[in-house]
């Protein structure tokens, strides 16, 4: 199986206010020319695009190609639970959006630390386990954010578990938060294939800084940084797929083309990034990956990941307020609310898998962007 997968959680969109605005000309191509390059892992979950993630699927795949022709991950939202017979109406409701009658890897979504007394109390496992047993599932694992010893933990607890998805990149390999060496040394010590997300880190190793972009260049001016990121991924020995999220032909067309001429990150480069590291981590003051997670249960719906970009992109700036202007627009124009309509009720805190403390940099955002 070539190892890169579509993720299907950042998908295009016509409106970026509207989830549901999904465009489907484009996704459409995208997923051909994934398709027709040998490529056919595609990953969704239940709360992608407030579930048009999973919709999105059905309509590019389902009832466009064969159901041997491609492969499907899905996941069960644990931390949005509160009783065991939530989990059969969420996996029927997924099998209908998405138009299948199994899930190739069905996973634990967000399995963490925070969530533990829940999906304990419910039974997850036993359920997947018993999703196994009836065929509705091909194989079971987990997502997890979590440190390395929680994940030794849970995976000592439930040798059922097939595989793991965690979140590696350059950046959070040796980080102390994410601590992803670490967690991918537990998956390896337990002989478990892995799943790597956020192979780019929202975007964040995209738009590096230009320092790090001529650092790049000049070592060799053939190689883009997006390469440099996911050379790094697929270098690891136990990595059976890397998901991407990609969001347009022209990330298609890149992504697969690194995939196909791959060669794998040597010393020196290895060195190159290490010092990519520390100039990206001085630049970057909210490690906020875009994931959406915090929008969903954030009362006053505020679009948490915007306005950290927003900030992050301004304190990049040597100048003042440059993006105080695209900030005013949003506050003025979008269907969310401002940051400073935040009413520190921490239930976006319960599921940021970054562990980023989010009304305290809302209030950063609104001080700069006020001021
Ligand atoms: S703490 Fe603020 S941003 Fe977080 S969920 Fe509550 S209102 Fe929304
Ligand atoms: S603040 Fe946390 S939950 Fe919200 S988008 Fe960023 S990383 Fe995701």
Redesign the pocket.
Known sequence: MKKLGFGLMRLPLINDNDPSSIDFDKVFEMVDIFMKNGFNYFDTAHTYLKGNSEKAFRKALVDRYPRDSYIIADKLPIFNLTNSSQMQDIFDEQLERCGVDYFDYYMLHNVSTKHMKKFTDIDSFGFVRKKKREGKVKHIGISCHDSPEFLDRILNEHPEIEFVQLQINYLDWTDNNIRARDCYEVACKHDLPVIIMEPLKGGTLVDVPSTVKDMFNNYDEHDSVVSWAIRFNLSLDNVFMMLSGMKSVEDINENISIVDNFKPIDEVEKSILNKAVDIINDTIEIKCTSCNY?ID????N?N?PKYFDLYNKQKLLNHENSYSMYYNNYVSYSNHASPDK????????EVCPQNIN??NN?EKVVKTFDN
């Not at 249960?297 to 006053?300: E, H, K, S, T």
């Open positions: 915090c249960v954030c009362p006053q505020i948490i935040c009413i520190k009720c921490k239930q976006c805190m989010i009304p809302l």
